[in-house]
């Protein structure tokens, strides 16, 4: 009797836990609340991008002069680029709000490494801002641990924060003490770019707005008495408002960023021919080499990828469900975009000149590494901080509907709203979650006004779900409603029939 050997059927099941592996993977991705946010990488991608090129552009001459490397800085910033990338990812798969609890030690530390910089810092053209050569500047890292502890001690506040004692005085003090550190080293750009990022931060978290006036009026001042103390400050600001007197007698610096961004037309003369143009290519000039290089088009370009910047870094805060990832959010957003708005300024002589780079573009990688820190909490609070589910998710609660309050812990706050109030000079941060309003249901065709089953009033609810404390009021509402209308009918039908009902205890 032949037999037949028989193979073993393969399992079905292994595409169905590979098509599962997939869907758990993509559901990171996208755009949805509650996932990474890939426009925003997919922007910082871009404007890295375009920042090697243009460093290697504006450096190759240099390079090779100075080093017989025509790559040498293209390579430096590659591996800062390197550096950044992972400090990016592992922020963005750590949750932020590990971060509120290291806030004090981020700042300790901050602290004491602006001390060291005073004490053993590297000296160069009068000023002390490095470590460890001139390769580390750690006034740029501060910038994004400053925020974190900022955002923290913000939102711990609570309405508390308009009190003078409470919000005022403590935050000049804290404010006033790192600013004073970096002031020393000396250097003013970066201080002015920390208060006023501060100041937007404190403004969010519900400041008042007389308070808000002050500390502006009083930054004001002591920016001006800086500026005639520091010798490189007031040749900065004699050279600017001779500018403003005569084009002629500016600095050469902005003669020659001028003469670039107008001789680069509209498409420009070509990568590889604006260094010999512009003072400091690559690094404090070189959006004008981006002007002279790729002319208006390239401008323009460098300015609505930091315009869609703002677009998804305040997205990504206003969807965040607790106050310390919005201020946070916000935070981050407003010290890379005034950042980039300040080099773009001074390039075009609309500010005094400053060192400030260009943020994820010019040579740097101490900025680099700060910039692509940032952006790596940013994609935390995009999947972390978001209040709705992954699509999957979604989908299993739409399978699987649940009962009103039958959420784990009872509630599910909504997005963080920001409201200015204006007129009240109220807090800006509104609560989380939409109000529910009770109205009148419109009597329908059909329906008997004395029954239980119709209350007379329906819930409008929010795409948020319910909490515990609605849902038992509206339960205690129907109730009674339905108790009211029920004994109105036993005595209507008790009256008729002559019969006498005891009333329920």
Request: glycine share 10%; net charge positive.
């Amino acid at each position: 009797m032949a037999t037949t050997k028989t193979h073993p059927t393969p399992s079905r099941r292994r595409p169905a836990q590979r098509s599962s592996r997939q869907a758990g993977w993509r559901a990171g991705l996208g755009n949805a609340p509650g996932q990474y946010d890939i426009s925003l990488l997919m922007i910082v991608a871009m404007l890295v991008g375009l920042g090697l090129v243009m460093v290697f552009s504006a450096s190759f001459i240099q390079a090779n002069r100075f080093f017989e490397t025509p790559t040498y800085y293209l390579l430096r910033q590659l591996r800062w680029a390197a550096v950044g990338v992972l400090v990016m990812a592992v922020l963005a798969r750590t949750d932020y709000r590990i971060l509120k609890q290291l806030s004090l030690l981020l700042m300790i530390g901050t602290l004491i490494v602006l001390l060291l910089v005073l004490i053993f810092g590297t000296e160069s053209l009068g000023s002390r801002r490095h470590l460890i050569g001139r390769s580390v500047q750690p006034s740029e890292i501060a910038k994004l641990t400053i925020i974190i502890y900022i955002a923290y001690w913000l939102s711990s506040k609570g309405s508390r924060l308009k009190a003078v004692s409470d919000g005022l005085l403590p935050f000049a003090i804290l404010l006033g003490m790192v600013a004073l550190l970096i002031v020393l080293q000396p250097d003013i750009d970066t201080t002015a770019l920390i208060v006023f990022t501060a100041l937007v931060m404190f403004f969010v978290a519900g400041a008042d707005g007389k308070q808000l006036v002050i500390v502006m009026v009083i930054a004001a001042a002591i920016f001006l008495l800086m500026a005639t103390k520091f010798s490189y400050a007031s040749q900065r600001m004699d050279d600017y408002m001779s500018f403003l007197r005569d084009p002629t007698l500016g600095s050469d610096q902005v003669q020659y960023a001028l003469q670039a961004l107008a001789q680069g037309g509209l498409f420009g003369a070509g990568l590889g021919s604006g260094q010999k143009f512009v003072q400091l290519p690559f690094t404090d000039s070189i959006f004008a080499v981006i002007g002279f290089e790729l002319g208006l088009a390239g401008t323009l370009s460098v300015v609505a990828l930091f315009a869609a910047f703002v677009y998804r870094g305040l997205r990504i805060a206003l969807r965040c469900s607790d106050s310390f990832g919005l201020i946070l959010g916000i935070g981050i957003t407003a010290w890379i975009t005034l950042q980039a708005f300040l080099n773009m300024a001074v390039n075009l002589a609309m500010l005094p000149f400053s060192g400030l780079t260009l943020p994820f573009i010019s040579y740097g990688g101490s900025s680099l590494l700060a910039c692509m820190a940032g952006v790596g909490v940013l994609l935390s609070i995009s999947r972390h901080g978001s209040t709705q589910a992954a699509p999957a998710a979604q989908t299993a609660r739409l399978e699987a509907p649940r009962a009103i309050g039958d959420h784990p812990g009872g509630t599910e706050a909504g997005y963080a709203t920001l409201t200015l109030g204006w007129r009240h000079w109220r807090t800006r941060l509104s609560h989380s979650g939409r109000a529910r309003s009770a109205r009148p249901e419109r009597p329908t065709a059909g329906r008997r006004s004395g029954s239980s089953r119709s209350t007379g009033y329906t819930v409008k609810t929010a795409s948020a779900p319910r909490t515990d404390g609605l849902n038992r009021r509206v339960t205690r509402a129907k109730r009674t409603i339905a108790r009211k209308t029920g004994s109105s009918k036993r005595k209507s039908s008790s009256s008729q029939s002559g019969q006498r009902i005891p009333r329920r205890r």
